[in-house]
Antibody, heavy 125, light 106 residues
Framework: ELQLVESGGGLVQPGGSLRLSCAAS????????MNWVRQAPGKGLEWVSY????????YYADSVKGRFTISRDNAKKSLYLQMNSLRAEDTAVYYC??????????????????WGKGTTVTVSS | SYELTQPPSVSVSPGQTASITCSGD??????ACWYQHKPGQSPVLVIY???KRRSGIPERFSGSNSGNTATLTISGTQAMDEADYYC?????????FGGGTKLTVL
């Protein structure tokens, strides 16, 4: 069974740090790109960050650039998100998801076909 | 920055057809996909590359694209289809989600 399990969420004060983890099973983790997506309370889905198979290509949303760092360990079949300088607006459920990304017919496609159940991050004093 | 616009809500009677639109500048030059998201659950990929139905998704779900608008159509809508639906595309090193559409089946 394809599975992604996030962990590491919790309550943290503004300015604090947190490291999220995502453990993959049921597929060859080292063959897939991955990303993080979040959903703040009462809001829609927001993409956070993307990482390629070899970690050579990384993208971030402007809202987290310079504060968050995505990484992966293919040997451990795990994805990570290091979150520093946390703000109240970072409060959200954070999902990791498997990514299909490339071009066909000269158009870019990007979609996420396997999602974890999410881990909740609350930034509050 | 690139934006995708969806109607905040759509209502449909059981058995009828629901259409949810997603508009963006030159969206036809990018591949859009659609996710279904029910409260307390993880998002589920429904449609990718504008029109391809993900394996295991009922045939009543279909996607189309015309110019600047992608459309998710649910034929013979069922109560279980009530959820938030999000379109999503890739543009300039960024993943963009639409604001989401709450589908109510009443």
């Amino acid at each position: 069974e394809l599975q992604l399990v996030e962990s590491g969420g919790g309550l943290v004060q503004p300015g604090g740090s947190l490291r999220l983890s995502c453990a993959a099973s049921g597929f060859t983790f080292s063959s897939y790109e991955m990303n993080w997506v979040r959903q703040a309370p009462g809001k829609g889905l927001e993409w956070v960050s993307y990482i390629s198979i070899s970690s050579s290509t990384i993208y971030y949303a402007d809202s987290v650039k310079g504060r968050f760092t995505i990484s992966r360990d293919n040997a451990k079949k795990s994805l990570y998100l290091q979150m520093n300088s946390l703000r109240a607006e970072d409060t959200a459920v954070y999902y990791c998801a498997r990514v299909w990304f490339g071009t066909t017919n000269n158009y870019y496609y990007y979609y996420m076909d396997v999602w974890g159940k999410g881990t909740t991050v609350t930034v509050s004093s | 920055s690139y934006e995708l616009t969806q109607p905040p809500s759509v209502s449909v009677s059981p058995g009828q057809t629901a259409s949810i639109t997603c508009s963006g500048d030159k969206l036809g030059d990018k591949y859009a996909c659609w996710y279904q998201h029910k409260p307390g659950q993880s998002p589920v990929l429904v449609i990718y590359e504008h029109t391809k139905r993900r394996s295991g998704i009922p045939e009543r779900f279909s996607g189309s694209n015309s110019g600047n608008t992608a459309t998710l159509t649910i034929s013979g809508t069922q109560a279980m289809d009530e959820a938030d639906y999000y379109c999503q595309a890739w543009d300039s090193s960024t993943v963009i989600f639409g604001g989401g559409t709450k589908l109510t089946v009443l």
